[in-house]
């Protein structure tokens, strides 16, 4: 069963096991890593080669952690260290994907670095009409453990993760169900 990522060059949602956008045509390139696309030769999470989509075995028994350290991936078998594993029957729970708000109809895409504001950054066109939302509100982010976060840039109406109003400049972990508001807005974690 596949879920939905979006395109790293038209951003339109696909399956996470095309190998070819439905929308553009561009080939998919993905992390062998961190098991993200992305466009460009490297990946912006870890630093590792992409590789086309079409060439990459992911194994569901056995997948490699990510890692602080990325020297230990399982591409590069000169490692002096050992290729991380899991368990088996020990299951990973799935990393976020997307922002919806359905009241708003707004669906965001995670970017690693990617600024939510009305004037500047990667949706401003989702946010331009939204006026409760700063010109430059929040970031979004993954931490080093590979968990997502938002940080919120001294937004003047907030940014919430289940309710709890962000300091400002310090990040806060989100998970699939959980609930984050930006400004007026209520945005569910899938």
């Known amino acids: 069963m596949s879920i939905l990522v979006n395109c790293p060059k038209c951003r339109v949602e696909i399956e996470s096991d095309s190998y070819y956008c439905d ?54 078998p000169a490692s002096s260290e050992p290729e991380k594993t899991m368990r088996p029957g020990v299951s990973v729970p799935p990393l976020p994907v997307r922002l919806v708000c359905s009241a708003a109809g707004i669906r965001l895409g995670l970017g690693n670095g990617a600024v939510i504001g009305r004037r500047k950054g990667d949706y401003v066109s989702a946010f331009a009409s939204q006026g409760y939302v700063s010109g430059t509100h929040a970031r979004l982010q993954k931490s080093t453990s ?32 959980d609930i984050v508001r930006i400004a007026n807005l209520d945005f569910k974690v899938e």
């Open 23 to 76: 929308q553009c045509g561009v080939e998919l390139y993905i992390c062998p890593q961190c098991h993200v696309f992305g466009k460009g030769k490297r990946c912006t999470q870890c630093g590792q080669p992409l590789v086309s989509a079409a060439n990459q075995v992911v194994s569901p028994v056995h997948p490699s952690t990510s890692s602080v350290n990325s020297s230990a991936s399982s591409v590069s």
């Open 146 to 177: 590979g968990q997502w976060e938002i940080v919120d840039l001294d937004s003047t109406n907030g940014t919430f993760v289940n309710g709890n109003r962000l300091s400002p400049n310090v990040p806060a972990v989100f998970s699939i169900g």
